[in-house]
């Protein structure tokens, strides 16, 4: 099992920037996807953005153009730059870990089977 713990979530103004990071009790192994997840209040989890241990990554619409997910290796540490942020990208923001053999991390096709326990965004003037 692999613990994850997110941070760096807060308050930000619309069209502000944060960066969420996402750090692994160990590196991942095998072949694997990485991802973001976010739920609003009252709303079911969506998936935000997802990465592939070869490299590929996966957005949601909403998102594409505005986060980027990347991944350190040397640091087991997952990231989501978040840029021109919305007030609907206010949500509980989580990350996850599945171990994955198909080419790409499509959601909602992926199990994951590890979670952090989420880092509050709130995007509001």
């Known amino acids: 099992q692999v613990r994850l713990v997110e941070s760096g979530g807060g308050s930000v103004q619309p069209g502000g920037s944060l960066e969420l990071s996402c750090a692994a009790s160990q590196p991942p192994f095998n072949s694997w996807c990485m991802a973001w997840f976010r739920q609003a209040l009252g709303k079911k989890r969506e998936g935000v953005a997802a990465i592939h241990s070869k490299g590929a990554t996966d957005y949601t619409d909403s998102v594409k153009g505005r986060f980027t997910i990347s991944q350190d290796s040397a640091k087991n540490t997952l990231y989501l730059q978040m840029s021109n942020v919305k007030p609907e990208d206010t949500a509980m923001y989580y990350c996850?870990?599945?171990?994955?053999?198909?080419?790409?991390?499509?959601?909602?096709?992926?199990?994951?089977?590890?979670w952090g326990q989420g880092t509050q965004v709130t995007v509001s003037s």
């Open positions: 996850a870990y599945g171990t994955w053999w198909g080419p790409r991390c499509d959601f909602p096709t992926v199990q994951y089977d590890d």
